[in-house]
């Protein structure tokens, strides 16, 4: 009989401490105060990039349970567009948007993704460039090296040929001076006879307004956010690529102190933005086209079928060029290259057997 209540009193005592434990660690879970990230936006809250950012920002609140929030710092408040990398890494800003061609020496294989007619279906593009940061070992090596951790996708969409004053034909364009995104896209616009300079894109407005610059390598989504369409006056439509580089990231230090629960969540809503921004992006253009031709008085012309093989051309040539220039530093950029376009033909092929993902639900 002793022994039997000496069992019950020990079975008690181990109820008793298990239900204090656990009540400890619900409390210490419910105390647990949210990590929020100091997110250093580059432009206006309400434009097409920054309502995508806070989707992207949302989601992750939602599916961490508010263990991780953003706190925004729109149109360049917190840190400068050319000083993202900086900033992230410093840890002025938690989250940040830094660009490869800000940052030339940082990411000499990082840049390829942008060469000239690189992307040709958004989704697609989305898909291949995180699979390019992940899996391509070369770059996978640099992003570390730079300290960055890539959590989200970016799309610019694609880039036109935007001018002050209008021009029938490429060759209208020679000895004329034009704001590039840098890169390979520098050789493409010589190659074509154009005068490029290089300049963040939120200095556009004025150099186009004074004259500085003839016209502009415009993407819709980015110049209807600087209104662009106030000193713009004729597009020439050529999808002549786009920008994937200026990616949302954080710091690799930061990264690895998250849960591993918060990082795997941060994961899934990477793929999942990247099949939303590509959707988003394809309803928008439609409608901005139309926007900029109705409200502002925008002329639009697409490219003549002499001009389209000119201008491809042009950036076969550059691509080549560019290559050859981060191959000769020591940078296996071929490597690269060809496995980003590999894996955007793995995922055409999948859009063409599936449709694309928000087609299936």
């Known amino acids: 009989m002793k022994k039997v209540k000496g069992y019950m009193f020990i079975m008690v005592v181990c109820l008793l401490a298990v239900t204090l434990m656990s009540g400890s660690l619900l409390a210490q879970t419910k105390d647990k105060k949210p990590m929020v990230l100091k997110f250093a936006g580059v432009v206006p809250e309400k434009s097409f990039q920054g309502q995508n950012q806070k989707w992207w920002a949302n989601e992750i609140e939602k599916r961490t349970k508010g263990q991780v929030k953003f706190q925004f710092f ?28 800000y940052n030339p020496s940082d ?73 590039t995104f840098g890169g390979a896209r520098i050789k493409w616009m010589e190659n074509l006879g154009i005068n490029p300079i290089f300049m963040s894109y939120a200095e556009i407005y004025e150099a186009v307004d004074r ?68 959707e988003e992006l394809y309803k928008l253009e439609g409608g901005m086209i139309k926007d900029w031709q109705a409200k502002h008085g925008v ?28 191959e000769a530093s020591g940078a296996p950029a071929r490597k690269v290259w060809d496995y980003f376009q590999q894996s955007q033909r793995k995922y055409e092929a999948e859009v063409k057997a599936k449709k694309y993902p928000w087609e299936r639900k």
């Open 74 to 101: 729109w149109m360049e408040s917190l840190v400068p567009w050319k000083d993202s990398l900086q900033g992230t890494t410093s840890g002025v800003c938690d989250v940040g948007v830094p660009c490869s061609t």
């Open 299 to 326: 002329t639009m012309k697409r490219l003549s079928p002499e001009d389209d093989k000119t201008s491809r051309e042009a950036a076969k040539q550059a691509q080549d060029w560019f290559l050859a220039k981060q």
């Open 211 to 278: 004259g500085t610059i003839f016209g502009y390598d415009l993407v819709f989504q980015l110049s209807s956010a600087f209104k662009h369409y106030e000193v713009t006056k004729f597009i020439g439509l050529g999808d002549t690529g786009l920008v994937l580089t200026c990616a949302t990231a954080m710091s690799t230090k930061l990264w690895d102190s998250l849960s591993k629960e918060n990082q795997d969540i941060i994961t899934q809503v990477r793929f999942d933005y990247a099949s939303h921004l590509a």
């Open 107 to 179: 990411f000499p294989l990082y840049m390829v993704l942008d060469m000239p007619y690189n992307v040709k279906d958004y989704w697609a593009g989305n898909m291949a460039l995180i699979d390019t940061v992940e899996n391509e070992p070369n770059l996978k090596a640099e992003l570390k090296k730079a300290g960055i951790k890539i959590i989200g996708n970016h799309n610019s969409g694609f880039f036109q040929f935007a001018t002050k004053r209008p021009f029938n034909k490429l060759s209208d364009l020679k000895g004329k001076s034009f704001r």
